[in-house]
């Protein structure tokens, strides 16, 4: 059974000779602690996990990568800077006030915070999409797309159309106006977060046409983070009213050509609103954040299989050692195991508090606990 196989029929909930091996990356931070503790410049030189890693034994997975982002993005400046603080503006027309202290390779210790943003009104909106979002514009498709095209057809490992963390329907409007902006404009302006929605829905499925025709995908990734640890930053009504009719529009379009599987990308609590994610067609929601309480055990008790899950690894037994790694694993893989529709990862990226050792130890563990029959 190859990769692409796995892949598909444990979304399907089919038997399986073992999961899928997937993580999805590290601090830069980690990297450089674990470069102290015995990872060698060779291992640091490639590392993308979202791609696998032959050598810590994560399968393969491909991405096409098509850009969907702002053409030409906005020039990106350092306004202000002293010996604790950078302000800028970066390709997307976001001002940010970024912390200098434990950043290392670009990678900052926490996240920046976020002044200003591109969109203020209608009229900014439609010059924003005039001048920087022509579906047509030269480059979003790589230089070297035929090529990838005649690799595809042939491959052994799963698809997915667009980049991981590329597309979604309320991250982009979060992109646009900001997450404070965009909760008043629901109930202020909700005319105008529809005219939103529909011109991203659109612009998506006229960038997207061509690789459609060309190429068999074997999913899509929702890319949302639209959550809090304690609840989503939209109710399910909102929900309902304005994100439901684009994800369904999108997914449908997408299965006609092919696409089998709609995965949902959103750290935070969301349990209010996978009953209308399920309906409007998504089939996985990942990475399934542990200090958020979802728990893909509980979760599959719930749901059945109406939707499968990836992640729900938790970090922070990890950072502890190895008697709480097993315990994790233990309380994860097995219950889940035979039932299908799960795919275990840890919740997000390696923090730095976790050693090398742990990290090479967990990845024995897991490797141990995902072999089937």
């Not at 719930?302 to 694993?329: C, M, R, T, V, W």
Request: hydrophobic share 35%.
């Amino acid at each position: 059974m190859n990769g692409r196989e796995r892949f598909l029929r444990v979304l399907n909930f089919q038997p399986v000779d073992r999961l899928p091996n997937y993580e999805l990356g590290f601090w830069p931070q980690t990297l450089d602690r674990w470069a102290k503790e015995g990872l060698s410049l060779d291992q640091m030189s490639d590392l993308n996990w979202f791609d696998g890693d032959p050598y810590f034994g994560l399968e393969r997975r491909c991405y096409a990568n098509i850009n969907i982002w702002l053409m030409p993005p906005f020039d990106e400046e350092v306004l202000e800077e002293d010996e604790r603080y950078i302000l800028a503006r970066n390709g997307q027309g976001i001002l940010t006030k970024a912390l200098k202290e434990g950043t290392s390779r670009g990678g900052r210790m926490c996240m920046d915070t976020y002044l200003e943003w591109p969109v203020k009104d209608r009229e900014t909106f439609r010059q924003l999409t005039k001048t920087r979002y022509n579906p047509d514009a030269v480059g979003r498709y790589p230089k070297w797309w035929d090529q990838w095209v005649k690799i595809w057809k042939d491959r052994d490992y799963p698809l997915c159309l667009l980049n991981n963390g590329t597309f979604g329907l309320y991250s982009g409007l979060r992109s646009w106006v900001g997450t404070e902006s965009i909760s008043y404009l629901f109930y202020d302006d909700p005319d105008f977060v529809e005219e939103m929605l529909d011109f991203n829905t659109d612009f998506l499925l006229k960038v997207v046409d061509k690789a459609l025709k060309e190429v068999r995908f074997d999913y899509f990734n929702f890319f949302e983070d639209f959550a809090g640890k304690g609840t989503p930053l939209v109710s399910p009504s909102i929900f309902r009213q304005f994100l439901a009719p684009r994800y369904k529009r999108i997914i449908e379009h997408f299965k006609k050509a092919g696409i089998e599987h709609f995965w949902m990308d959103s750290d935070g609590t969301v349990d209010t609103l996978i009953p209308d994610i399920i309906e409007c067609g998504i089939t996985c929601l990942w990475p399934m954040e542990q200090p958020s309480g979802m728990d893909p055990v509980r979760l599959r008790k719930e749901y059945g299989k109406d939707l499968a899950f990836a992640g729900g690894i938790a970090k922070h037994p990890l950072a502890l050692g190895k008697k709480q790694i097993d315990e994790e694993l233990q309380a994860k893989i097995p219950p889940l195991l035979d039932c299908g529709g799960y795919i275990p990862h840890l919740d997000h990226t390696f923090p730095p508090d976790i050693s090398y050792e742990n990290f090479l130890y967990y990845l024995e563990a897991k490797a141990k606990l995902i072999q089937c029959g």
